[in-house]
């Protein structure tokens, strides 16, 4: 069975800790690369990390985009949406289908 | 011996009639010119002659005077160091007697027979000897000892031999057996028949020839055949010149047969010029070379590959190991080509007569390692590295197929390698080498137990380049994991830190073994360390931007006593790699 783990600043994510997924609160860009890197050597599935910190880190972001396992997944902070991690859905789901459906 | 009578004339092909006492493949001088010819058909009284000079102003009822002879080299010392045309004509001394360019009908002894050399017996009188044993030896030049062999069909005791100064054609021995023979330096040797040798060995031992892609990836033996073929402008020569300089034979045979006439001249200024890395001395010291360019006749060209290596088996048979090049066979097929036509035969493919392959085999087949007649059982090894150019450089056509059935290795040059600048520009996805097994043995055992593991690891990350290269063709390089993208890095590396050797740089044109096994392991190294860091997480950009990758590269440039240089390089390499892993990578991951 694959984990599921959430990546970021600790008030945007604690909340997730009660729907039982593994939560790594990061405070700069070089723990959240490392986190990133690390867990995505265990067993997680599905990675979602803030796109605030997301966008710190893109190199850490690009490095898994040609993986199966695990899926990084952007998601929205507690200060809002900065569009990035819809961006990547659009492109991706251009890039399966051909065309966007969203 | 009766005189012939020309009945048809053909550019090269003369036909004379009269010649019910010729046998094929004897000697003939044609017409009052006494122009030089072979024998090559014999129909009744009538016989084909190909004429080894120019025969305009040739016709009808001139008369045809046999030698009775087959066509023979003379040899004896005076070889090395001298330049002689198709049928051993000394050019040289030509030159002194008629200017720049042959004149026909001129004669000239190969040998001169004016100059004394210093003969040194190692017989003494009343030892028995027979055919291949040496009874002394002169030194030719500064780096060639030349061993005066009892010529085959003699043997006795002998009964006198003579230390001092002698000419070639004065007898230095007496030998007496069934009857008394006069053994002087210089013998013949009819060039269509190969010298006789007691047996013949394996070839096992590789031709170092300091280029890097030959020795490491596509080694030939000594006594071994390989074939270079290659479109125009592919550095097929360049190829042949290096070898010719480098390689680790102790005579070099050059045949120019039908190339351009410049490129002998090169030969000519060049050598002279470059110091043998083994003994000090000019390459020119031990190199023999034979000139048939495009502009001399067609008939002598044919001869001029049979001339060189009848000189190269005298050679081998003193136990020394010689390589003969000749640039370029295809020339030699198409002067056989002209001739078949002349001569009316039935074509084979192309027009090439049908006999091409068999002819072609016979040249190769001459080639090996020897156990040399004589009762000390010295072994001599003759190579040969023959250029094809097949025309637009598509190999499928006959000269190059009749070739790689007979060689065991093939240098492929490719035009679009060329064109990229990649120098020597050998495929290294289509060549091959059949000796591959013997010499991974030798290399092993004599330069390093790695050598051959490296090797294949290194030519593994070639093909792999390959495979991945269509990928990226299809769908771009960022779309390849970080691994193959290092991959990807490494055989570039490869290709342009090994593979490219410059001709013309001072260093870099000739490579001894043990550099090219360090400069390997440090290219292949890069690739393990590389993985290492992958491994813990470093970021790829970060490795490929050490700055230590420009002494990778540069590598090649060292000079042959400064190799612990690259074992330096090496520490460098994992000292950098392990500086990245502990700040960037995520630790014991």
Known sequence: MYKVAVVGDKDSILGFKALGVDVFPVFDKDEARRIVDTIARENYGIIFITEQMASLIPDTIERYNNEIIPAVILIPSNQGTLNIGMDRINSNVEKAVGTNIL | ?589
Not at chain 2, 232 to 242: L, P
Not at chain 2, 302 to 313: P, Q, R
Not at chain 2, 501 to 506: I, R
Not at chain 2, 553 to 572: F, G, P, Q, T
């Open chain 2, 1 to 589: 011996m009766k005189v012939g009578r020309i009945i048809k004339v053909s550019g090269p092909l003369v036909v004379a009639e009269g010649m019910d006492e010729a046998n094929i493949y004897d000697v003939v001088k044609v017409s009052d010119n006494k122009l030089i010819g072979e024998i090559i058909e014999i129909r009744g009284d009538r016989a084909s002659i190909q004429v080894y000079e120019e025969t305009t102003g040739i016709g009808p009822g001139e008369p045809v005077y046999t030698t009775g002879e087959p066509l023979s080299v003379e040899l004896g010392p005076g070889l090395v160091a001298a330049m002689f045309d198709g049928i051993q004509r000394p050019l040289e001394s030509i030159r002194g007697l008629a200017g720049d360019f042959l004149t026909r009908g001129i004669e000239m002894p190969a040998l001169d027979r004016e100059k004394k050399w210093h003969f040194v017996p190692q017989v003494e009188v009343g030892q028995v000897v027979q055919p291949g044993d040496i009874i002394g030896t002169v030194q030719e030049t500064a780096v060639v000892l030349h061993k005066i062999m009892v010529p085959v069909g003699v043997s006795g005791t002998v009964k006198s031999v003579n230390e001092g100064e002698f000419t070639v054609e004065e007898t230095v021995c007496v030998v007496e057996g069934d009857k008394t023979h006069n053994i002087q330096m210089m013998q013949k040797w009819p060039v269509r028949k190969g010298r006789t040798y007691a047996q013949k060995l394996n070839p096992d031992e590789p031709l170092i020839t300091g280029q890097r892609v030959i020795d490491t990836f596509f080694p030939v033996t000594k006594g071994g055949t390989s074939a270079v073929p290659g479109p125009f402008g592919s550095g097929k020569t360049v190829v042949q010149h290096q070898l010719a300089k480098w390689a680790d034979a102790e005579i070099i045979v050059y045949v120019g047969c039908g190339e351009r006439g410049n490129e002998m001249t090169d030969v000519l200024m060049e050598f002279p010029e470059i110091k043998d890395p083994k003994t000090g001395e000019s390459l020119m010291t031990r190199t023999i070379l034979i000139a048939n360019t495009s502009n001399m006749p067609v008939a002598a060209r044919e001869a001029s590959i049979y001339t060189g290596i009848t000189i190269a088996e005298y050679f081998r048979d003193m136990g020394y190991s010689v390589a003969i090049m000749a640039d370029s066979t295809s020339r030699w097929a198409e002067a056989l080509r002209e001739m078949s036509g002349r001569l009316e035969e039935m074509p084979g493919d192309e027009g090439y007569p049908a006999y091409l392959a068999s002819r072609a085999a016979e040249f190769y087949e001459r080639a090996g390692k020897v156990k040399c007649l004589g009762t000390d059982g010295r072994v001599g090894a003759l190579t040969v590295i023959g250029a094809v150019s097949p025309p637009g450089g598509d190999i499928s056509e006959p000269v190059s197929q009749a070739t790689l059935r007979i060689v065991k290795v093939f240098w492929g040059l490719d035009a679009s390698l060329a064109y990229r600048r990649h120098f020597p520009a050998i495929n290294w996805l289509n060549s091959y080498s059949l000796y591959q097994n013997k010499v991974d043995e030798w290399m092993d055992k004599n330069i390093d137990l790695e050598f051959s593991s490296n090797r294949v690891k290194a030519m593994v990350l070639l093909q792999e380049e390959s495979s991945l290269q269509e990928i990226v063709r299809l769908v771009g390089r960022d779309s390849l994991s970080e691994g193959d993208q290092l991959k990807l890095e490494v055989a570039k590396s490869i290709r342009e830190d090994f593979l490219q050797q410059n001709a013309f740089h001072e260093e870099d044109t000739y490579t001894s073994l043990n550099k090219q096994n360090l400069m390997l392991k440090m290219v292949l190294s890069f690739y393990d360390e590389g993985i290492r860091a992958l491994d813990s997480g470093v970021y790829l950009n970060k490795i490929l931007n050490l700055s230590i990758r420009d002494r990778v590269a540069r590598a090649k440039y060292l000079h042959e006593d400064n190799l612990s240089e690259i074992e330096v390089i090496m520490k460098d390499l994992v000292k950098n790699i392990d500086d990245l892993i502990s700040e960037g990578g995520i630790l014991n991951a």
